[in-house]
């Protein structure tokens, strides 16, 4: 099994900036994509950006000059900087790997429990 925890979450005001970090731990064979996640109240989640083995990002069009994905394999940690928050970014953030284990040899998705980020002055 592969476990995600997720930090940085919290309350910013309209401009500000977070980092979000999620590490994976367990019996990880290899780790393919690492993503985040987002869902407000009342939506449905949402693809936020991810991040391939090799370093290719893809980012929501919301998010586009304001966040950056990055990853650390060494730690098998993936971050989120959120620069320029704005209100309607507030939800909860969910980390997201597909990553291969020692036990299955077959890749499988893994959520992080989420984290809160609200931005509200």
């Known amino acids: 099994q592969v476990q995600l925890v997720e930090s940085g979450g919290g309350l910013v005001q309209p401009g ?3 980092r979000l970090s999620c590490a994976a731990s367990g019996s990880i ?7 985040w996640y987002r ?3 009342g ?5 936020v950006a991810v991040i ?3 370093g290719s990002t893809n980012y929501a069009d919301s998010v586009k000059g304001r ?9 098998n940690t993936v971050y989120l900087q959120m620069n320029s928050l ?3 970014d ?6 997201n790997v597909d990553a291969i284990t020692i036990v299955t040899m077959f890749p499988s998705d893994y959520w992080g429990q989420g984290t809160q980020v609200t931005v509200s002055s």
């Open 29 to 35: 064979f290899s780790i393919n994509a690492m993503g």
């Open 90 to 95: 507030t939800a909860v953030y969910y980390c």
């Open 86 to 88: 704005k209100p309607e």
């Open 39 to 41: 869902q407000a109240p």
């Open 43 to 47: 939506k449905q989640r949402e693809l």
């Open 52 to 54: 391939t083995s090799g």
């Open 16 to 18: 500000g900036s977070l």
């Open 67 to 75: 966040f950056t994905i990055s990853r650390d394999n060494a730690k």
